[in-house]
């Protein structure tokens, strides 16, 4: 009863916008883009995905889908899975304006930041009897697995939130030779929000694994196989 399959999926986004927070200020010498003072909004957004039941396989193949995907030790066979990736994304809005020396000016407006759950999907031993224990004791253990990722997910989102805001100023504002450049500008900044975000998933990531992999070991195998013995 293996149960965890993860995957990152990166997104990358950019685009011009219309809009923008930017007000003029006194600037500084050198940097023709310090007249702005502007300020990036965040729009963090997450989903749980909708979970689904998959009766198609038997014990064989489901224990050979959880080796290869290094989920299922030597000796030992999976009659469950659970699965699901980890789905990101990021992706900026930017505005161009006009600086100081006419230079063109790629400022970041908003930060549109994705992270989920994408295909939660519980796979149960298709030869296992729908009313006996085995199979209840099964779906009970792999909706556990479920849980924990949900629990995971709501504990960190708040905290990658206050991680994100601090990281909103570490990416400043382009200049550029002309306005056909702010795509790629804007590209780049985007390039590095991703950059700075990435350590923040993977540390979730790595904890919800942890996490994961106390309900998967020996002892607590051999407990539950205890409890439907003797039991159709």
């Not at 031993?125 to 995971?152: F, T």
């Not at 709501?154 to 382009?174: D, G, N, Q, T």
């Not at 590095?192 to 990531?205: A, D, H, S």
Request: with cysteine.
């Amino acid at each position: 009863m293996k149960n965890l399959y993860l995957t990152s999926i990166f997104c990358i986004f950019a685009v011009l916008n219309s809009t923008y927070a930017a007000e003029e200020s006194g600037g500084g010498k050198g940097d023709p883009c310090a007249v702005f003072r502007y300020s990036t909004r965040l729009n963090l957004t997450t989903s749980y995905g909708k979970l689904k039941h998959n009766y198609d396989y038997d014990r064989r193949t489901l224990t050979e889908m959880g080796q290869k995907f290094g989920l299922v030790e030597s000796g030992m066979y999976a009659s469950g899975l659970s699965l699901f990736g980890i789905d990101w994304s990021v992706s900026l809005n930017t505005v161009a304006r006009v600086g100081a020396g006419d230079a063109v000016c790629v400022l970041p407006t908003s930060l549109d930041v994705f992270i989920g759950f994408q295909e939660p999907t519980i796979y149960i031993d298709k030869g296992l009897p729908k009313d006996g224990c085995r199979h209840h004791l099964v779906l009970r253990h792999e909706h556990q697995h479920q849980q924990v990722s949900i629990a995971a997910l709501e504990y960190f989102m708040p905290r990658i939130r206050a991680e994100i805001y601090k990281l909103l100023s570490a990416v400043r504002p382009r200049a550029v030779s002309s306005l056909s450049a702010t795509d790629g500008a804007t590209e780049e900044m985007n390039g590095e929000y991703i950059r700075l975000i990435r350590p923040l998933v993977n540390n979730f990531k790595t904890t919800l694994l942890y996490e994961q992999r106390k309900l998967d070991n020996r002892e607590n195998y051999q407990f539950e196989s205890s409890i439907c013995k003797g039991r159709p």
